[in-house]
Nanobody, 119 residues
Framework: QVQLVESGGGLVQPGGSLRLSCAAS????????MGWYRQAPGKQRELVAI??????????DSVKGRFTISTISRDNAKNTVYLQMNSLKPEDTAVYYC??????????WGQGTQVTVSS
């Protein structure tokens, strides 16, 4: 059983910052990456950033230089992935979903957290 609990969304003005957190717990010993996707109204879900268990990170072109993904692992029972979002733009407005992917056990998703960038 894997649980993903997200936090950190909210309303921010353009140019502002937010930090999203996602705590993965349970049977996570064979996790190989964690990341963030987002889905804006009327659009498909898209990859924002992803980080492997060896700390290799990849970003969507639209967020490079503005967003930073990082992770902290505390034994094999809990991993937390963070998404630091700076210089936010209105087009970053979306529901952000955390995902954790496993060598054995497939993919798991969080419940989503709303990020709204507006003046």
């Amino acid at each position: 059983q894997v649980q993903l609990v997200e936090s950190g969304g909210g309303l921010v003005q353009p140019g502002g910052s937010l930090r999203l957190s996602c705590a993965a717990s349970g049977s996570i010993f064979n996790i190989y990456n964690m990341g963030w996707y987002r889905q804006a109204p009327g659009k498909q879900r898209e990859l924002v950033a992803i980080i492997t268990s060896t700390s290799t990170a990849n970003y969507a072109d639209s967020v490079k230089g503005r967003f930073t993904i990082s992770t902290i692992s505390r034994d094999n029972a809990k991993n937390t992935v963070y998404l630091q979002m700076n210089s936010l733009k209105p087009e970053d407005t979306a529901v952000y979903y955390c995902t954790a992917n496993f060598v054995i056990g497939g993919s798991h998703w969080g419940q989503g957290t709303q990020v709204t960038v507006s003046s």
